[in-house]
């Protein structure tokens, strides 16, 4: 699948459910209306859509949510999954908040995931109540300690936030060093009505980088994950550390991605609002051929970039859906 600009889409993610068990400040609202269930694929028309794509050319598929984790009998569809990696697809991976992922942990090993990303914004546990709402650090503790017991690699996602975690950066390096942990820090992106300024929150990475290049040696490597991440090394610590910068470096120019909602929508771009709808194509026909239809439609309209922006002088350049919605 080659999109308009030549880029060759090899990644697919996909948000199984936009519900969750945590309720973070800079993704969701405390009172979140969810999509009706009804709405939803099930779970087989989902590993349905993912093995038309995985035919179409997509080797990476991430899943995502909402939790992905907090979707009833969510293994089953990990394990349909992982029967294909060899055969097409090359990693299945997935972005959980980590809350279940002790009672998971081996299990995802045995699917032949090998890779998580585990969302953490801080280390102190009064601070991660207070950034998810809902959460307790404890918790994620123990699921990142059942993940690497597991085998599997896990990456630490923060997302830096101006007067919230700013001044953790070289802690969490430290530990991330010392449990072998990848970490990478994410800009705040202005996605669904969360009830606040997004100013108040965002902090743009290079600011995150002056600041960690007071305390360690970054050395540029060129490491690559297939997502948007650039990463450097820590000398001191050993550890790789990665910046996902939408807001002060546009990506877009090798995005490899498309976006799948849990009720059959796929979005070309995550800042974009166009999208096509796979729900009705699966239900189309039992054969495969409108699906595959549909998905070559939608990559033939994927947009160059999006636009956003955060600036208190001009209308915040948006999305209105929630990052829970289409996937971070
Ligand atoms: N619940 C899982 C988790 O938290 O990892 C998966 C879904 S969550 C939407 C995926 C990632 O998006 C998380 O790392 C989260 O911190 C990030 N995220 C959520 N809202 C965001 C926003 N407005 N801007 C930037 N990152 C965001
Ligand atoms: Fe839930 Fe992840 Fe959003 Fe936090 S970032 S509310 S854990 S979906």
């Not at 060093?177 to 820090?185: I, P, R, S, V, Y």
């Not at 450097?232 to 799948?260: A, D, W």
Request: hydrophobic share 40%.
């Amino acid at each position: 699948m080659i999109d308009p600009f030549g880029r060759a889409i090899t990644y697919l993610r996909v948000s199984v459910t936009d519900r969750c068990d945590l309720r973070c400040v800079y993704c969701m609202a405390e009172d979140m209306t969810f999509l009706p269930k009804a709405e939803l694929l099930s779970l087989e028309e989902l590993e349905r859509v993912c093995g038309a794509f995985v035919r179409l050319g997509v080797r990476k598929l991430r899943l995502t949510g909402g939790e992905p984790l907090v979707r009833r009998n969510i293994m089953s569809l990990i394990r349909g999954l992982g029967r294909r990696l060899g055969d097409g697809l090359d990693e299945l991976t997935l972005t959980t908040n980590g809350t279940q992922l002790a009672r998971h942990a081996a299990e995802l090993a045995d699917a032949g995931v090998k890779r998580i990303n585990v969302s953490c914004d801080t280390l102190d546990p009064a601070k991660f109540q207070a950034i998810t709402r809902w959460g307790r650090l404890d918790q994620v503790m123990a699921g990142i300690k059942a993940a690497k017991d597991a085998g599997l690699h896990v990456k630490i996602n923060a997302v830096a936030l101006k007067g919230t975690n700013d001044d953790e950066f070289d802690r969490m390096i430290e530990w991330c060093g010392a449990e072998g942990h990848d970490l990478t820090f994410i800009e705040v992106m202005p996605m669904g009505d969360i009830g606040r300024q997004r100013v108040d929150q965002y902090l743009p990475i290079s600011m995150v980088r002056a600041q960690l290049k007071k305390r360690w040696t970054l050395e540029e490597i060129d490491y690559r994950t297939g997502g948007p991440a650039r990463y450097v090394r820590v000398k001191e610590t050993g550890g790789r550390v990665g910046f996902i910068t939408p807001m002060t470096h546009n990506f877009c120019e090798s995005c490899n991605r498309v976006r799948l909602t849990c009720t059959g929508t796929l979005y070309m771009c995550l800042g974009q609002e166009d999208a096509a709808d796979l729900r009705a194509a699966v239900r189309a026909s039992e054969s495969d051929a409108p699906l595959e239809a549909a998905i070559h439609a939608a990559i033939a309209r994927k947009p160059k970039g999006h636009d956003f922006i955060i600036d208190r002088r001009h209308d915040p350049r948006s999305v209105s859906r929630h990052m829970s919605v289409t996937g971070g």
